[in-house]
């Protein structure tokens, strides 16, 4: 059970929702409906990035919400959060906090592959402690996925990969990050509702229930749509519960993120999105990418199309207008460890590819 903190200076800390979850399962997008309705509340968010370039960070900037401004929003892109929290977390909090006016509330998006516990036990720090709590951990999970029976959609892949491999003895890595994120949260929220029927929404809570502590919430959710007032205010306080919330790595003294690659991708401008975004998922069906993410310059369009994918499945749209310089398209592919840069490449790029 969650302990919520009730010492008096409890009251002058500035409140951090932290927002948890897999690669493509919602979070950003979850976050930019949270600014968008905030109500007059001052935000910030801090943005763990996965990749070279600071699309999510992007994302949250087009909002155009004056309770959130550009300098409210800081990209952290040197690693998962959980990994460098010392060195980039904490001076990520000290530039939020100097902030004027204040902000009434921080949102933290960690990157897919960032475990939860080592972030929060960060809130115990003499540096931040007195200062900020951990108003509550929401996990984010792809609901379509987990009705499949898998916490991503590119899970069948990566088992089969596993299942290859024999000098590997230990779970499936993706399976003890969703694991532990679960283990962590105060609040989970489904995604993509309008996409799995009743039956799956029952599997999918089904799923959630025999690993989710007694009392913890899951709130379906689609497009990111929820009353912000849902998962900010919730007081529980995470820090001073966290030991008891066990996950896969409480043994270890780190971990690292080396099952996984990520790179950019140039890309020129395009002249036909829907057939782009085709592209992208051959990249998912023939070259094993598990999320495609960035920005591009159409012909004949002042904005930026931004394209989103979770393996096969591409989402685009168009974003803001491009800004004063040069109109670059930049896609952040990620995979598995050995994903083959040139084979994305040649996809992305129209062109045929050997099996």
């Known amino acids: 059970m969650s302990v919520v903190d009730s010492h008096p200076a409890a009251l002058d800390r500035v409140p951090c929702t932290i927002v948890t979850g897999f690669l493509g399962s919602g979070k950003t997008t979850l976050i930019r409906h949270v600014l968008e309705n905030a109500r007059g509340k001052r935000l910030a968010v801090i943005v763990n990035e996965f990749g070279d370039v600071g699309i999510d960070g992007e994302i949250l900037k087009g909002c155009g919400v004056d309770t959130c401004p550009e300098e409210n929003i800081v990209e952290?892109?040197?690693?998962?959060?959980?990994?460098t929290v010392a060195d980039d977390f904490v001076p990520a909090l000290d530039a939020i906090l100097a902030l004027v006016p204040k902000v009434d509330h921080i949102l933290i998006e960690t990157s897919g592959l960032a475990l939860p516990k080592p972030l929060v036990q960060a809130f115990h720090w003499p540096a931040i402690k007195s200062r900020v709590t951990v108003d509550g951990v929401v996990a984010v999970v792809d609901g379509e996925a987990l009705a499949s029976g898998r916490v991503a959609h590119d899970h069948d892949a990566l088992a089969a990969q596993r299942a290859a491999d024999d000098s590997l003895d230990h779970d499936d890595p993706i399976e003890e990050v969703f694991d532990d994120q679960i283990?962590?949260?105060?609040?989970?929220?489904?995604?993509k509702a309008d996409l799995i029927d009743a039956a799956g929404q029952a599997k999918a809570r089904a799923a959630l229930d025999a690993e989710l502590p007694k009392g913890v919430r899951v709130v379906s959710v689609t497009d990111?749509?929820?009353?912000?007032?849902?998962?900010?205010?919730?007081?529980?306080?995470?820090?001073?519960?966290?030991?008891?919330?066990?996950?896969?790595?409480?043994?270890e003294l780190d971990h690292d993120h080396d099952d996984f690659d990520s790179f950019v991708v140039e890309v020129p401008e395009i002249t036909d999105p829907a057939e782009f975004a085709a592209r992208v998922a051959r990249a998912a069906d023939e070259a094993d990418v598990l999320r495609v993410k960035g920005f591009l310059p159409v012909a004949g369009k002042k904005m930026r199309l931004l394209v989103q994918a979770v393996g096969p499945r591409v989402a685009h749209h168009f974003d803001r207008p491009w800004g004063a310089g040069a109109r670059t398209g930049r896609l952040v592919a990620i995979g598995l460890k050995g994903l083959d840069r040139a084979k994305v490449e040649a996809i992305l790029a129209g062109e045929s590819v050997a099996a």
């Open 76 to 83: 952290l892109a040197n690693g998962c959060i959980c990994c």
């Open 183 to 191: 283990a962590c949260a105060d609040l989970v929220l489904l995604t």
């Open 224 to 251: 990111g749509r929820i009353d912000p007032a849902i998962l900010m205010g919730l007081g529980i306080g995470t820090e001073n519960d966290i030991e008891n919330r066990k996950t896969h790595h409480d043994d």
